[in-house]
Each structure stands twice: as C-alpha cells, then as structure tokens.
C-alpha cells in the first residue's frame, strides 16, 4: 500500500497521515477517559514583568508551571530588557497544604543559576495565607 502511495503523489499520503493521526488522536482521547484515575496536571505559563524605578531597569521573569495535588514545580528564568539577556533562572518547588478550608501553608525551594547554569541562590522557605 504505501509503495502506490509515494508513486500517486503527496496529495494521497497526505491524507493517509491525516487519517493516522485523528485516528490517533481519537483513540488517545478515548483511552485517556478510562483511566480517570490519575491525577490531572495543572500546567500554566506564567509571566511577571516589573519595572524598578530605583535603579531603572525593567524585567520579565517567565516560564512554565505544573502542579499537581497540591505540589507544584516551576522553571522560571528572568528576561532583563537592559542588559538583553537571560540574567537568572529559578527552578522551584511548592507544596500546599490546607490545614482547613481558611488557613493554607507552604513550604518552597528555589535553586537560581546564572544563565552559564552557575549556581546561585539557594532558598528556602515557609508561605502561609488566610482566607476571610
């Protein structure tokens, strides 16, 4: 089959990987609903620009977070617009826990490289809120 299917012409196979790939993607779909039983993954593309007036320089830290049951990762470097270069990444880790439907705690790390991937900071740390 696939022999004619070069000789027809790209139109044909076009087609043909067309259809392999909804049936696929179907299927795929279809799997994925039966097993609801593991957990979903919050995925987000975050982004945090900031100007500072004191020393007039301005940056966008950026980059990807996923999370799931309460823990989440993040990979986030920061953009500076002087400079024109990556000036420092920040790899993260967080988990909440909801001690009850109003108070919530958060312990972190963050591990921050230089944009050669030299280390840099190193913190640790302990977020909490309350909801009124």
Known sequence: LAPQLFRKGTKQMKKLI?????????????MAEEKAALPAIDLSFVTDTSRNVTQKTTATEFGVVAGVKGFSISLLPSY?????????????????????????????????VDKDFNKGDKVVGVKTSYKF
């Open 80 to 112: 500076s617009w002087d400079s024109k270069e990556v000036s420092d990444i920040e790899f993260a880790a967080k988990y909440a826990y909801a001690l009850n439907d109003n108070i919530s705690i958060v312990p972190y790390g963050e591990i921050h």
């Open 18 to 30: 067309i259809g392999i790939a909804l049936a696929t993607g179907i299927s795929t779909v279809a």
